[in-house]
């Protein structure tokens, strides 16, 4: 058996560890680029076919704009199905922008009240409350169809605006529950009592005290919420009317007319421009109270 020096054995494994810390970070970031190229090459693609002139997905033409203007212009001489994308988003932000503002109020309710529970009672309903999140879509969209079919016996034009709201009213309520709970943690527990013992009304010091304190919890619920009811396709698919088709159930039935118009991608890179200033800004926001924050603990 050879005996190798001592010096010897250290350098070959201090270099062994230097190739595998080489090779991990080479590995590491290698996915991390993968990981990124999987996330965003729909969002590039949709951008890139929003200014190309060829109705072709497999060629590009020309650079422009031009649907862009037919969607913002709105002719129907220029794109037959324009009025009909217009209407479906119109439905979109109509149901998404009802159904959060009730979600929000109702789940920052609910919130407060689930956080007044003793922990045994809290325990189980925020199990309730997360049955709606784990149920497969599929299943939450058929059932609320046969509840709304049933309805129709007592409220024959039921099936529109009123289940569409309806619906995504019940899978958004538990995304504003989930997100305003936990701020409660954040907070003394005894603020709300300090306040009726000052001679505060309730619903004042809910308004005055509590929301103030949980306002980035129910702007995040909320967040959330519009995210998910603009999003949704499948328990949309089940509970609207044929006059009140929202955009993903209307991109949907366009693919099978085979007649899908490439004003679709220039509202989605608009619509995805637009949620990134969003993200933007509240992080400048963010960023601005935090050192505010730092500042005044200097």
Known sequence: MMNYPKATLEEYGYKNHKVEKTVFKIFS?????LIIIIMYLPILVIGIQSVNSSLQLSSFDQFTF???????????????????????????????ITAT?????????????????????????LML?????????????????????????????IFGYP??????????????????????????????DAALDLGVKPYRA???VIVPSIKAGIFSGMLFAFTMSVDDFVVSYFTNSAETSNLSTWIYASIGRRSLTPAVYAFSTMLTLLTLVMLLTINLIGDQKGRKIKHEKN
């Open 129 to 157: 409350n997360n049955l709606p999140l784990l149920n497969a879509d599929i299943v939450t969209g058929v059932s609320l169809m046969l509840v709304f079919k049933f309805l129709m016996i007592i409220f024959p034009g």
């Open 101 to 125: 503002i009730i979600s929000t109020v109702v789940g920052t309710l609910f919130a407060v009240g689930i956080n007044a529970m003793p922990p045994k009672k809290r325990q189980r309903i």
């Open 66 to 96: 031009q649907w862009y203007s037919i969607f913002l212009s709105r002719d129907p001489a220029d794109m037959q199905d324009i009025e009909s994308l217009v209407n479906a988003i119109n439905v979109t932000f109509r149901v998404s």
């Open 206 to 208: 809910l308004r005055k």
């Open 163 to 192: 289940t569409l709201i309806l619906a995504h009213l019940f899978f958004t309520l538990p995304y504003v529950i989930l997100s305003v709970l936990p701020k409660f943690k954040e907070i003394d527990p005894n603020l709300m």
């Open 29 to 33: 970031k290698v996915m991390v680029v």
